[in-house]
Each structure stands twice: as C-alpha cells, then as structure tokens.
C-alpha cells in the first residue's frame, strides 16, 4: 500500500510540476519561532540554512524531493526547514554552526547528519536514526534480509545483561554511522559459534567477528573501529572519518582507468593484505584504495606517482611512502611491518614547520587555480607584493562556493552553543572556508569523538 501511495504522491508532483515547480515544496515545512515548542510532539529532519549560502541553494531541489519521498512512503519523519539566519536564536540552540546543517531532532536528542548531501543517503539516514536504536531480529528470515542489506552491522546476542546496557548506550551514539540489531542465539546462522553469551558480533566482509572485552577494549571504541568494511574505495569524506578510528591508513594510489599490470597488481596486493592478514594487521590498519591521485597530493603536499602506496597515521598526520613500487602482496607485508617498526621514516606531521608548509602549499595552489581559472586576475596578483596576495587569494579563495575537495561544513562539530552576533559571525565566515585537504586529518580539537554529532537538548 506503501508503495500505491507513494506512485500516486510522486506522480502528483510531476504533475504539479509541470506547472509549478515550487509547488513540491509542499512536502517540506517552513519552520519558524513556534518550532520550538512544537518540535517534540514529532520526529523531525530539519535543514537549518541560510538565504545566501550556495551550499544551501544545491541542497534545496534534493530537500524538497527528500520531503515528497519522506511523505509518499509515509514516514513519521517530518521535513522541515529553517532560515538559520532569521531564527537565529534557535538555531544556536540547536549548535548550528556552519550552513547548510542537517538534524534529526528525536525527543531531547539532536543527531547530525554529515553524509553525501543526496537524496538517498539523506533519507536512509532519517530511516536508521529515526527508528529504534537496536532492532530485535525475531527470525533467521529476519537476520538474512538484514545480512543482504547492510554491509556492516552490529548484533547483541543474550538477554538483559550490563553488556546490553553497554551496547545500548553505545547504539545511542554510533547509530548515525551504523546499524544495531539484538537477536537470541538460535536467530544468528549455524556457523557462528559463540562461547560464552551475551556476545556483541559484527557481520560483514562476508564473515562475522566477535567482540572481545579484553582484547578490545571500550565496547564504543571497538564498534567505532569495527564499522568499516576491511577493504575500502576511499575519498576524501571517508579518509576524515577513518580519523576517528585513530588507525593507519594503507591506501594504493591508482588510476582506475588504466588497465596497464602496474595499477592492477598493487590493487590486488593491497586487497589481499587486507583479507589475508587481518589477523595481523586490522587492530592498527585500515585497507583500501583512491582513484587518482589529487586529493593525496594535496594531502601530503607531494607529487605522489601512480601507482604507488601510501600510509597515513590519522593520529599524528604522518604518513609513509616507499621510494620504489610494490609488486605483490609479500612487498606489501613488508612495507606494513616496516612501518609498525619503524624501518620507514616517517613524514608530514603536524608541527610548526609542517603548518607553515601547509600556508605556503595552499597559497601556492591558490595562485596556481587562480591562474587556471582567470590568468588576468593572476598576472594583475602577481603585480603586488606577496602578503597582500595571500590576504586577497584567501578572499578570493573562500569566496569560491565551488571546487571544494571536501565541504567543510559536513565536518561542523557542533558541541558549543553560539551567543552573540560575532559567534554566528564567525560560524558563517568558518562554513565558507576553504576546505583543506589537511583538514581531512587535522579534524581541529584533539580527541573529537563521534560524541560530537550527538547532543544532549536540555530544554
Ligand atoms: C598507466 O600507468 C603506466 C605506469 O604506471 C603509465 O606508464 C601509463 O602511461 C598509464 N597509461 C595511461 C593510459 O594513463
Ligand atoms: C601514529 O601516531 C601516534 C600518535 O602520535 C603514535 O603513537 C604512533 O606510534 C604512530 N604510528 C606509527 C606507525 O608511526
């Protein structure tokens, strides 16, 4: 019946839209004061935006289409919006920092979404963290719909137990990442042999791996560890949020595009690391691989050649290259084993002399994308004396709504309430910066935890 409404609905918009394409807005609420008081009688996803942000306008087909959906498909979520600037007040409450910001407001809990902003990613978000925290999985039907569906996902199995309260409070943090299910040990497949119960497994990587307090420490660190796949095609988005795992990041740089042996053979020397040696290696690293090799050259404000293999220390910013290729997989052990001991030096880092590094890159790839883009603006910048080049290439830089590696604002931390007109300011002028690709490892305050999407509403 789901379904039948949702044809109806959708094409009740395409009709609408003919004739007006504003009209599907409809889906999606004006928000204003009155929110405040009214917010927990529902479950709502809310676009907190600001007229002028560019970022905001690209959002706005994909929120109203997000609202025709959310509706068709009869969610309890509502859609709503609100002019972050005209409603200040209230959007500081929420720890609005950075615009556009997307919330899921459950009852006293605000939830941060910091996904791709499309549709799809947007509302399996909703679905997820909308719903309960941890789902019973009453059957093995249950548990292998489940297992189609998610790549990764975290089961309890037993009864009450401080494990579950543990679990729990856990699933109440981490569910904007991932998925939680209970089940009792007849529901979980026949090859999963437990020891003891209660037990906290997660499935994926065709396999299952279960938690081990002694071995792995905090329940909330070991899932916050656990929620990659072991193998994975890596962006810039992905490489900030294996920040929070605080492991090394063993990427092959390659061109997908080229079939020649050279990228082949590394892709699958890396991803036989990944499968063979687990074991060994998946408490410290993390696999995967990048197509290309921009955003790393930034990163590490190198020439990296394709193919080639690098490895990052999320927790330092330091990173490992070899200066010759790695053409099987024993190469690639090695590489890993020297690296945990210590036989390849260590580069980049977060120093002093690394961030003056960092300013002079930037300026650099400033000028030189300024040059790209208007060679007239560059030769008339390159008139003036260096300072006033980098103030005004700053300028030019954060006024640049487009070409960003990574949207700085998905990354907002938003732990602190905003007083004050500077406050709102400075979060503006901050949801405008550049985004740095060094900033995909440098997250800002030390220690930012995936508690930082999650607050607590005290009101
Ligand atoms: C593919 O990679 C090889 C070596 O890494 C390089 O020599 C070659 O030019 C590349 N081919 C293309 C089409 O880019
Ligand atoms: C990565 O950085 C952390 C924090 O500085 C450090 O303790 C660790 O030894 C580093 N790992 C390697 C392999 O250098």
Redesign the pocket.
């Known amino acids: 019946m789901a379904a039948g409404t949702r044809g109806v609905v959708l094409r009740l918009c395409a009709l609408v839209f003919l004739l007006d394409v504003a009209s599907c807005k409809g889906f999606v609420e004006d928000l204003d004061e009155s929110f405040k008081d009214s917010r927990k009688d529902d479950i709502w996803l809310v676009d907190f935006y600001a007229p002028w942000c560019g970022h905001c306008k690209k959002l706005e087909p994909i929120w109203n289409e997000v609202g025709v959906e959310m509706k068709s498909i009869g969610s309890p979520v509502k859609v709503g919006k609100m002019d972050a600037t005209s409603y200040s007040g209230i959007a500081s409450e929420f720890g609005v920092r950075g615009y556009p910001t997307i919330k899921l407001l459950k009852g006293d809990l605000a939830y941060n979404y910091r996904g791709p902003r499309t549709k799809d990613d947007i509302i399996e978000f909703a679905h997820r963290v909308s719903g309960a925290l941890v789902r019973p999985l009453p059957s093995q039907q249950m548990f292998e719909h489940v297992q189609k569906r998610h790549r990764v996902f975290f089961v309890y199995v037993g009864g009450e137990s401080p494990l579950k309260e543990k679990y729990i409070d856990a699933a109440s943090e981490l569910i904007v990442y991932t998925y939680f299910f209970s089940a009792s040990e007849d529901v979980v497949p026949e090859y999963v042999t437990l020891k003891e119960l209660p037990a906290v497994l997660v499935f994926k990587d065709g396999t299952h791996f279960v938690y081990d307090e002694y071995e792995d420490g905090d329940l909330s660190s070991w899932i916050n560890r656990e929620r990659f796949q072991s193998y994975l095609t890596v962006d810039g988005f992905l490489l900030y949020e294996l920040g929070d795992t605080g492991k ?1 990041v063993a990427i092959a740089v390659i061109d997908e595009k080229n079939t020649s042996v050279e990228h082949t053979r590394l892709k699958s020397a890396i991803q036989e690391v990944a499968r063979d040696y687990r074991d060994q290696f998946h408490r410290d690293f993390q696999f995967g691989h990048m197509d290309g090799n921009d955003y790393i050259n930034s990163l590490l404000m190198d020439d990296v050649k394709v193919p080639t293999v690098v490895v990052l ?1 999320t ?2 910013q ?1 990173y490992f290259l070899l200066d010759r290729q790695v053409t099987s997989t024993e190469d690639m052990v090695q590489f890993i084993h020297s ?2 001991d210590g036989t390849v030096a ?1 580069q980049g880092g977060d120093s002093i002399l690394q961030r003056l590094k960092r300013m002079v890159f930037d300026a650099k790839s400033t000028v030189v994308s300024i040059f790209k883009s208007s060679p007239f603006m560059g030769c008339f910048l390159f008139g003036l004396p260096l300072g006033v080049i980098s103030i005004m290439c700053y300028g030019i830089y954060i006024a640049d709504p487009e070409g960003n590696y990574i949207e700085e604002e998905r990354y907002e931390v938003s732990q602190g309430e905003l007083e004050g007109p500077e406050g709102r300011e400075a979060a503006a002028a901050e949801s405008r910066g550049p985004p740095e690709p060094g900033s995909g490892l440098s997250p800002g305050p030390a220690g930012r935890g995936p508690k930082d999407v999650l607050e607590k509403k005290t009101d």
């Open positions: 090394l220390n927790s330092n330091q690296v945990l260590a």
